[in-house]
């Protein structure tokens, strides 16, 4: 592959709801730009951008693959990734170096779920965008309802720049708005002409829309536009592509990826009309050593410096970091340093990745992306030229939302269980691994069970650990409600020294944590075994009375006891101690405490009285709701946890798919009394 300069390369990556043809498209694009010579289908296991074992099993993207074209006189990046919300981080990552984005819409259905997700995504980072409308060869397509469906979404910005040729049932393919030119299916492309009387019929209508809405890109061009004056093609070419670098023109085209129609106009305007890296924003970050702020252009002539923004590790092909050239180049790139850890690492090799296959470079320059191979990196870390070192913020990684517990089915697997997730987080940060030290449960959290189920079914295929699901157990608490008194005493007499504590303790109930004072006087218990006393109550407390939960909200005071000069020690006042807090608990009304968590719940309009509905089933309380942009609010609650720990899949069938909702832990409350006897039982079964 040649090199290319930042005005040549676009990097753009292609978004859109699930099955809506993101790994069709990309492999077309391979076709019809003639990386390939032969087309693979999803459905058959055979693309290049679905190569691991887990999206073919699944018929379904679930990781980020890099897709590098030669177009003409353009390097095109083309960025394939994962259609379900669950991989949110794959998403945050990629949109952090692309400069556009393609959206595919399935024809049949229009926007969807998935695709307003991933407008919200493109529209807060105002990344031009064209709209493709695959699958047109389908049966039961509406023109006119996918564009509603489009304008709805998109706003009136959103206008076609192709035009499908055909009845419902019978596309035959396109016209070009702009070229005046129409292409026909012919096998597995398509034959350029002039106009049809059918193109014709419709092209006035349409082109006047496109010139109307280049006009408006410059005041010029409005005042030759009312002016009655015709815009020459430069005028509306170079307006065009105004437009979408401003945000102001979303293109649409129609066709069919499968059929590979239109594709070729997609490549031709994602050249022509996307943003190169140097149109973009440049990346900015911060001096390590002086943390001073740092913005850096995509020049070719600034030191280098290159932000990791996936990281894939395969059994066979090694690690492979895939990063974006922020500035300079590679060449003669010799140690460069690591920002985020402050260190030195070697050089490795440079090289491209197509799908899974590594195609060699001689140089990346800015702009470009780019596959590190044998360096010691990461997802999320800067390395550059240890002479100007920069370090670029990493995206904030998503907070899971559900968690599962998971179990070794054999020792092998346990033995191996732990390296396995270790290297599976390097490659996908956003799932966490946490040992609970309470219930000796290891879970994991992820983005929903699509999300989780892809990292297991890894771990299996790749590592060769298996596991079985459990519920992860809620972490509960205990406390007391009442404030009471007890006395402990400890004698032991079993010939020669012998043992002797005896306490009186007042237990109070606070807000939390654990508190202990003492209101001795007159020496009854010296103030050596104090500290005793102390430990004795914090050891006795980390399994409470109830069903050995550890018990939090207790102030204890040491107000009066008695001690023998030879017997007393400290062993005898841990266990006096001990003995009191047993003996108080039949006045203290001790009881459980559970986790409350805080949700925010993001919902269409019409779904907002269904949230607050079950949020009262499941015991929660409504604390707000805030309209947000779209069409959608957020609903604000808190809520036991015991009763969210499916609420990912649940609120996924309560919205359609289209709700989602972070999590996280505020306080302990009351257990209300008549759920109690449940989770005693359920826990000292356990």
Not at 222 to 240: A, P, R, V
Not at 248 to 263: E, L
Not at 301 to 316: A, C, E, Q, R, W
Not at 553 to 580: C, W
Request: with cysteine; proline share 5%; glycine share 8%.
């Amino acid at each position: 592959m040649k090199e290319y300069l930042a005005k040549e390369i676009r990097n753009v990556v292609i978004l859109g709801h699930m099955g809506s043809g993101k790994t069709s498209l990309a492999e077309s694009f391979l076709y019809v730009s003639k990386a390939i010579s032969k087309k693979g289908e999803v459905e058959r296991k055979k693309t290049v951008s679905d190569w691991l074992p887990e999206e073919q099993n699944r018929l379904t993207s679930l990781s980020t693959s890099l897709i590098p074209l030669e177009w003409k006189n353009y390097k095109l990046n083309v960025l394939d990734t994962p259609g379900s919300e669950e991989f949110v981080g794959e998403h945050e990552n990629v949109l952090n170096v692309v400069n556009s984005a393609v959206i595919l819409l399935d024809a049949t259905k229009g926007v969807e779920v998935g695709t307003e997700r991933v407008w919200d995504e493109v529209s807060k980072r105002n990344l031009p965008t064209i709209i493709f409308v695959n699958k047109m060869d389908k049966e039961n397509v509406k023109v006119d309802r996918v564009l509603e469906s489009i304008h709805k979404t998109f706003g009136q910005k959103a206008i076609p720049l192709c035009w499908p040729l055909g009845g419902e049932n019978d596309f035959q393919g396109f016209f070009n708005i702009v070229n005046k030119k129409e292409y026909r299916i012919s096998g597995d492309s398509t034959i350029e002409g002039d106009l049809s009387d059918e193109a014709l019929s419709k092209y006035d209508e349409l082109y006047e829309k496109v010139v109307e809405a280049v006009a408006e890109t410059s005041e010029e061009l409005l005042e030759k536009f009312f002016g009655g004056e015709e815009l020459t093609q430069d005028e509306l070419n170079d307006g065009l592509r105004t437009g979408v670098l401003n945000g102001d023109i979303i293109p649409i085209v129609f066709g069919s990826a499968v059929k590979n129609v239109c594709v070729h106009e997609l490549l031709n305007m994602m050249s022509t009309l996307l943003p190169s890296p140097l149109d973009a924003k440049p990346k900015t970050g911060v001096n390590p050593k002086t943390g001073d702020k740092i913005t850096r252009l995509p020049d070719e002539n600034l030191p280098f410096s290159g932000y990791v923004f996936k990281t894939i590790i395969d059994p066979f092909l090694g690690t492979m970091n895939l990063f974006y050239v922020a500035s300079g180049n590679t060449k003669g790139l010799a140690d460069p340093y690591l920002a985020n850890k402050d260190q030195t690492i070697k050089v490795g090799q440079f090289v491209t990745l197509m799908g899974k296959t590594q195609i060699p470079v001689d140089v990346l320059h800015a702009g470009d992306i780019g596959v590190a191979l044998k360096m010691d990196l990461e997802t999320g870390a800067t390395f550059c030229d240890r002479r100007d070192p920069v370090l670029y913020d990493a995206v904030e990684i998503p907070t899971p939302i559900i968690y599962v517990a998971i179990v070794a089915k054999t020792k092998q697997d346990e033995d191996k269980i732990s390296s396995a997730l270790q290297r599976l987080n390097i490659e996908d940060p956003s799932f966490e691994i946490k040992r609970n030290p309470e219930t000796s449960q290891l879970l994991i959290g992820g983005q929903g069970m699509t999300h989780i189920g892809y990292i297991l079914d890894k771990m299996k295929n790749m590592y060769k650990v298996d596991v079985d699901i459990t519920e992860p157990k809620i972490v509960y608490r205990e406390t007391i409600r009442k404030v009471g008194s007890a006395q402990g005493r400890h004698k032991k007499q079993s010939g020669g020294a012998g043992q002797f504590g005896d306490v009186w303790i007042r237990f109070e109930p606070i807000p939390d944590g654990f508190e202990f004072a003492s209101e001795v006087v007159g020496g009854a218990v010296p103030k050596n075994f104090f500290p005793a006393v102390e430990k004795g109550l914090i050891e006795t407390l980390e399994h409470g009375p109830l069903a050995g939960f550890p018990v939090i909200g207790v102030r204890a005071v040491l107000y009066d006891g008695s001690y023998h000069p030879v017997d007393s020690n400290e062993i005898s006042f841990k266990l006096a101690a001990a003995l009191a807090f047993k003996e108080a608990c039949k006045t203290i009304r001790p009881t459980i405490l559970e986790p409350i968590m805080e949700v925010e719940v993001t919902v269409k309009d019409e779904y907002v009285g269904d949230i607050m509905g079950d949020m009262n089933k499941r015991r929660g309380q409504v604390l707000g709701i805030e309209p947000r942009q779209g069409g959608r609010q957020v609903v604000f609650a808190q809520v036991p946890e015991a009763e969210i720990i499916k609420y990912a899949t649940d609120l996924k069938a309560m919205t359609q798919g289209s709700g989602h909702f972070t999590r996280k832990f505020v306080r302990y409350e009351e257990v209300p009394e008549h759920l109690i006897a449940k989770i005693v039982e359920e826990y000292k079964k356990q």
